[in-house]
T-cell receptor, first 113, second 118 residues
């Protein structure tokens, strides 16, 4: 049973528009969430994160929103650029001393010119 | 350049033939970990290491071994590979022991090793 779900395997967005990537989780013991970005033939790289005590974190064109009551977070990219085409992974951390991360399956974002 | 280096990038082997995937980091990181990525399942942790000579099982350790004899190296060993170990493997490291779970100490990944076991 996957505790972190990214239900959209892929998403296609026009260049310049907003990209919204979604992530749902089932375990209320997660206290920290991260987004990683992965290009083909490369490893994932850290993008942005949010603590469970916040509902929004912004870094340039990237904003992550957290809705704890719905156990849902989303990554907004505005405006979308061709270099944003990649696979995006959502990861959640357990609220214990082990800091274990649970990963979603990823969403492939395609930015169309 | 700060990096995590995995070798080989691609490997095709047969069932039962022992293999080792090497991982080396030049950032003096305490924490290292191995993941496998499979379609629809995301990244799953195989083993991790908090320090030299300290290793622990992750979520899917069966069929794998690791060692951490030096801080910079963390090889993944498949003693008797099977077709269900066909996957994309990533090695990762992090500066401290929070397993890459914070914004100021994220995971640094290698570029992956695509393993096919026939």
């Amino acid at each position: 049973d996957q505790q972190v779900k990214q239900n959209s395997p892929s998403l296609s967005v026009q260049e310049g528009r907003i990209s919204i990537l979604n992530c749902d989780y089932t375990n209320s013991m997660f206290d920290y969430f991260l987004w990683y970005k992965k290009y083909p033939a490369e490893g994932p790289t850290f993008l942005i994160s949010i603590s469970s005590i916040k509902d929004k974190n912004e870094d340039g064109r990237f904003t992550v929103f957290l809705n704890k009551s719905a156990k849902h977070l989303s990554l907004h990219i505005v405006p979308s650029q061709p270099g944003d085409s990649a696979v995006y992974f959502c990861a959640a951390r357990f609220m214990d001393s082990n800091y274990q991360l649970i990963w979603g399956a990823g969403t492939k974002l395609i930015i169309k010119p | 350049e700060a990096q995590v280096t995995q070798n080989p990038r691609y490997l095709i082997t047969v069932t039962g033939k022992k293999l080792t995937v090497t991982c080396s980091q030049n950032m003096n990181h305490e924490y290292m970990s191995w993941y496998r990525q499979d379609p629809g399942l995301g990244l799953r942790q195989i083993y991790y290491s908090m320090n030299v000579e300290v290793t622990d099982k992750g979520d899917v350790p069966e069929g794998y071994k690791v060692s951490r004899k030096e801080k910079r190296n963390f090889p993944l060993i498949l003693e008797s590979p099977s077709p269900n170990q066909t996957s994309l493997y990533f090695c990762a490291s992090s500066p401290d022991l929070r397993q890459g779970s914070t914004y100021n100490s994220p995971l640094h990944f290698g570029n992956g090793t695509r393993l096919t076991v026939t």
